[in-house]
C-alpha cells in the first residue's frame, strides 16, 4: 500500500477514480512516493484513543488475558509432548492449535499493549505489511485447521475400527503441513493486493491494529475489486470450513445417539463439545467482520469485536480443551509424580 499526492488524488476525483493511475506523470510520481513510503513512511493506528480514560483499564485487561494465553496454550504444548499418552492425532493437532493461538496473538497483542500505555500510536510501513501478512496467514490456517480437528473427530467416533489406518502419523503430519501453507500462501496473494491500493497521503488506521477492512478505508479509488476479493476468500475459509465443521459434528451426533454406552456418551460429547465452543468462539467475530463490506461495518464495534478474537478467545482455548479434561489431569499427575521421583 502506497500513498498518493494530494495533487494526484485530486485528478483522480476530477477525472474518475481509476483513469489518472494510468497517466505516465502519475505513474511516476506514484513508483517515487511508493519508494519513499516504503523507506520512511509509517502508520498511525488510533485503536481506542476515543475512550483515553479507558486505555489503562484495557492495557491492564489485554495484558492479563495475553498472560494467560501464553502460559496456557505453552502449557498445552509441553504437556503433549513430554507425555506418551497424549502422542495421538487429536494432541498433535491440539498443540499446532495452541501455537497457532500463541503466533496470532504475538502477531498484534503487543503492539496493541505498547500503544495503550502510552500516547505514542505509530507503526512503520514495513511493520504493518508483516503485520497484516501473519494476522491473516495465522487466522486463515486456524480456520483450515480447525476443520482437520472436526474430521479427526469424525474418524475416532465414526469410523473407530479403521481410526488408525485413516490418521495415520504421517498423514496427521501432513494435514497440519497443509494448514500452515495455505494459510501463509492466501496470505501472500491477499495481503500484497491490499497493499498495492493507493492511499492520498492518509496515515491514520482507525483501529488497533492492521487489518484488510480498516486499510481499504483509507483508500482514494474505488476498492469494491479488493472487497469482493475479501468476500470471497472469506466465503472459502470461513463459509466452507464451517460447514465441514457442521457437518463433521452431525456425522458424530447421529452415531452418539446410537451408543448405548452411558461413559461413551459422556466422554464424546465432552470432547466434541469443547471443539464446538472453540470454533463458535472464533468463527462466529470473524464472519461479524469478514463477511460485509468495509463500509458495512460500525468502526468501534468492529474494534471490540477484533478484541475478542484476537484477544479473549486464544486465552480461553487452553481452558476449555483441558476443563474437566481426564487425558490432561492423568498427564499432569503423572508428570508431577515423575518429578518427586528425580
Known amino acids: 500500500m502506497y500513498f498518493l499526492p494530494q495533487s494526484v488524488c485530486k485528478g483522480l476525483t476530477m477525472r474518475g477514480r481509476t483513469f489518472s ?59 503433549s509432548y513430554l507425555d506418551s499418552h497424549l502422542h495421538t492425532p487429536m494432541y498433535f493437532f491440539l498443540s499446532n492449535l495452541s501455537f497457532l493461538d500463541l503466533c496470532y496473538t504475538t502477531s498484534s497483542i503487543p503492539q496493541l499493549l505498547f500503544n495503550l500505555q502510552g500516547p505514542e500510536k505509530t507503526i512503520s510501513y514495513a511493520g504493518c505489511m508483516i503485520q497484516l501478512y501473519f494476522v491473516l496467514a495465522l487466522g486463515t490456517a486456524e480456520c483450515v485447521l480447525l476443520v482437520v480437528m472436526s474430521y479427526d473427530r469424525y474418524a ?22 497443509a494448514s500452515w501453507v495455505s494459510g501463509f500462501t492466501t496470505s501472500a496473494l491477499h495481503s500484497s493486493f491490499t497493499f498495492w491500493v493507493p492511499l492520498c497521503g492518509h496515515r491514520q488506521v482507525d483501529h488497533f491494529f492492521c487489518e484488510v477492512p480498516a486499510l481499504l478505508r483509507l483508500s482514494c479509488v474505488d476498492t469494491h475489486a479488493n472487497e ?50 472453540v470454533v463458535s468462539l472464533f468463527f462466529i467475530p470473524i464472519m461479524c467482520i469478514y463477511l460485509q463490506p468495509p463500509s458495512g461495518n460500525s468502526q468501534d464495534q468492529g474494534k471490540f469485536i477484533a478484541l475478542f478474537y484476537t484477544v479473549v478467545t486464544p486465552s480461553l482455548n487452553p481452558l476449555i480443551y483441558t476443563l474437566r479434561n481426564k487425558d490432561v489431569k492423568g ?10 521421583e528425580m
Open 21 to 79: 493511475l494510468y497517466d505516465s506523470s502519475g505513474i511516476e510520481r506514484i513508483r517515487k512516493m511508493k519508494e519513499k513510503n516504503a523507506s520512511s513512511g509509517y502508520f498511525v493506528l488510533l485503536g481506542f484513543s476515543n475512550w483515553p480514560h479507558l486505555e489503562l483499564v484495557l492495557f491492564v485487561v489485554v495484558l492479563m488475558f495475553y498472560l494467560m494465553t501464553l502460559i496456557g496454550n505453552l502449557f498445552i504444548i509441553f504437556l
Open 156 to 177: 475416532a467416533v465414526c469410523r473407530p475400527l479403521h481410526y488408525t489406518v485413516l490418521m495415520h502419523p504421517r498423514f496427521c503430519h501432513l494435514l497440519a503441513v
Open 228 to 277: 469482493l476479493t475479501l468476500m470471497v476468500m472469506s466465503f472459502i475459509f470461513v463459509i466452507i470450513p464451517l460447514i465441514l465443521i457442521l457437518s463433521s459434528y452431525g456425522a458424530i451426533a447421529q452415531t452418539v445417539l446410537r451408543m448405548q454406552s452411558t461413559t461413551g456418551l459422556q466422554k464424546v460429547f465432552g470432547t466434541c463439545g469443547a471443539h464446538l465452543m
Open 331 to 340: 498427564a499432569v499427575k503423572r508428570l508431577m509424580g515423575w518429578g518427586r
